[in-house]
């Protein structure tokens, strides 16, 4: 049976269990830039993970990013986060290890896509990113690199 997969918006409440998943399973340099000389979920990490989420979308009255929690049969499993720009909303995705590479990735950028409000979404990853740049090119994005940047469009949906 297929898993049930859906975004929840990110408030104060649902943050403690996304940071748990973080630590669970991902590395902070995969969902955050971490803090220099910290590689592990150190409690000064764990803190600016907070911190980044509250400055980015929760503290604020003019926020940079909807954030959302993306639920996997009904567990926090990532984040995902809508952000506006000049031709479009920005997409940014992270899952934790159990659900990668299981066509989650797929179904949450059509819930984003279905969440932007008939705008383009577009999305910043690098070469070495295979699995997002694969996800992409699956799902039609329109692709182009400046060295190792790769840049993405898929159209309104």
Known sequence: MAPDVALADLDESALPDLLAAAVDGAEPAEVMAPLPGE??????????????????SLDTETPVERTFVVLVDGRA???????PVDGGVEMGIWLVRQWRGRGIGAQVVHLLGARAGGRALVAETTGGNSAAVG???????DLSTDGDDVH???PPR
């Not at 592990?40 to 980015?56: G, I, P, V």
């Not at 499993?77 to 952000?83: F, V, Y």
């Not at 996800?135 to 994005?141: D, H, N, P, S, Y």
């Open 135 to 141: 996800l992409l090119r699956t799902l039609g994005a």
């Open 39 to 56: 590689e592990d979920w150190t409690a000064a990490q764990r803190a600016e993970f907070r911190a980044f989420h509250r400055r980015r």
């Open 77 to 83: 499993a990532g984040a995902a986060r809508l952000e």
């Open 152 to 154: 993405a469009r898929l």
